[in-house]
């Protein structure tokens, strides 16, 4: 059965960090751009960073610098790490397989709080 299983969130104080992991299936994992998505309370989700199969990278404007994708093909695990975090940073993780900027592989799993303190 495919699944995303994510974890690694947690309470932090603005200026933490925090690396959250996603274990993917292997149809999921395998050969694909894997993305991490976050959604704040009450608004959309959004795609804040991707990394393709051979390991290139991309991120939203928002947590350039502070952000770093990666995955492990051996382990079927897309990473982020996430550094200077910010309030606004409070979210919701997610990791799924990206199709094309507004599409995705799979349903969506549970997620993952972040949550920054000021």
């Known amino acids: 059965q495919e699944q995303l299983v994510e974890s690694g969130g947690g309470l932090v104080q603005a200026g933490g960090s925090l690396r959250l992991s996603c274990v993917a299936s292997g149809r999921l994992f395998k050969g694909n751009t894997m993305g991490w998505y976050r959604q704040r309370s009450g608004e959309q989700r959004e795609r804040v960073a991707t990394?393709?199969?051979?390991?290139?990278?991309n991120y939203a404007d928002s947590v350039k610098g502070r952000f770093t994708i990666s995955r492990d093909n051996a382990e079927n695990t897309v990473y982020l790490q996430m550094n200077s975090l910010k309030p606004e940073d409070t979210a919701v993780y997610y990791c799924?397989?990206?199709?094309?900027?507004?599409?995705?592989?799979?349903?969506w799993g549970q997620g993952t709080q972040v949550t920054v303190s000021s």
């Open positions: 990394v393709t199969s051979d390991g290139s990278t």
């Open positions: 799924n397989g990206v199709l094309s900027t507004t599409l995705v592989l799979h349903s």
